[in-house]
């Protein structure tokens, strides 16, 4: 018997009043501590499945120094071994 264990993240942003926000839902506890990353004016970050934590602050530095989403999530896995074993979303205030 194989048990289905699922974590669901979303990522989104409102333009209007330049914030961002990541919810989960997950079986395990405190997951919110690892999979949600986010700063005001900046963006936001969902890191799951295998995590990578410092996706999270990593992504956000870079964000803030000026980097796309689609740029900060190329440069996060391009290095990564383990990046087929991830899940990770990103929105920017681009």
Wanted: with cysteine.
């Amino acid at each position: 018997m194989s048990i289905c264990v699922n974590t669901f993240s979303i990522v989104a942003s409102d333009p209007k009043d330049n914030s961002y926000g990541v919810a989960v839902a997950s079986k395990f506890l405190a997951v919110g501590s690892i999979v949600s990353w986010a700063k005001s004016e900046v963006g936001a970050i969902a890191t799951q499945a295998h995590a990578k934590i410092a996706f999270g602050p990593d992504g956000l530095q870079m964000l803030e120094g000026g980097r796309s989403a689609s740029e900060v999530l190329s440069a996060l896995i391009s290095d990564d071994p383990g990046a087929e074993t991830r899940q990770l979303a990103i929105v920017d205030a681009h």
